[in-house]
Structures are given as C-alpha cells and as structure tokens.
Nanobody
C-alpha cells in the first residue's frame, strides 16, 4: 500500500521560501517516477516538478530556476524547495507517485498515487 503524506505548507510573504516534504511508504524504495502537482480551486491541476528513479528532474516553466526537487531515499522523503515565491504559487500542493510503464516521467504525468495535499499561500 503506497502512502504519501505531505507537510511543510503554510503562509509566506512574496519572495519568501518554503520546503515541502512528502513522506513515502510502500513505494519500492522510491525507484519510480514521483512528483509534485498543484491545484487552485476552479483551475486545472498543474504539474510542478518530477523526478525519476535515476534522480533526473523536470520542472514546469513557471517554476524553473526557483523550485528544486530532490529525494532522500534513506529517509523516504521527497522534498520540494521553493524559493522566490509569488502569489501565483498559491495552491494546494500534492505529492504523487507511479506512472504507467513506458510513460515519460514529467510533471504532467499520469500519476497513480496521491497524497492529501498541503496548502501554500503566498501573500504580496
């Protein structure tokens, strides 16, 4: 049973930073595709960043250069460091894992497992 539990969300001023963490259990040593996806009520989900089993990362253009995705397999954590936050980054952020075999590991991948989400609010 794959379980993903997010933490680290909160309120921050514009240009501030946050680190989101996803505690992972039951997912093959985090060897598959994982990522973070965000959603604002009334809008479509937006893939933020992804990381594959080899540690290769892909970022959405909207966060490139500001967000850094990493995984700590020894601690079963998927971390998203977010710098230079602005109001457009306000959203519910979800940790996600596992994509269909053969699919590319990208932020917009069709993830099969999801966490409950953690809210990020950026005030200007």
């Amino acid at each position: 049973q794959v379980q993903l539990v997010e933490s680290g969300g909160g309120s921050v001023q514009a240009e501030g930073s946050l680190i989101l963490s996803c505690a992972v259990s039951g997912y093959r040593g985090m060897s598959g595709c994982m990522g973070w996806v965000r959603q604002v009520p009334g809008k479509e989900r937006e893939g933020v960043a992804s990381i594959d089993g080899a540690g290769r990362t892909v970022y959405a253009d909207s966060v490139k250069g500001r967000f850094t995705l990493s995984k700590d397999v020894s601690k079963n954590l998927l971390n998203l460091r977010m710098n230079s936050l602005h109001s457009d980054d306000t959203a519910m952020y979800y940790c996600a894992a596992e994509i269909p075999r053969g699919d590319a590991c990208t932020p917009s991948a069709n993830f099969g497992y999801w966490g409950q989400g953690t809210q990020v609010i950026v005030s200007s």
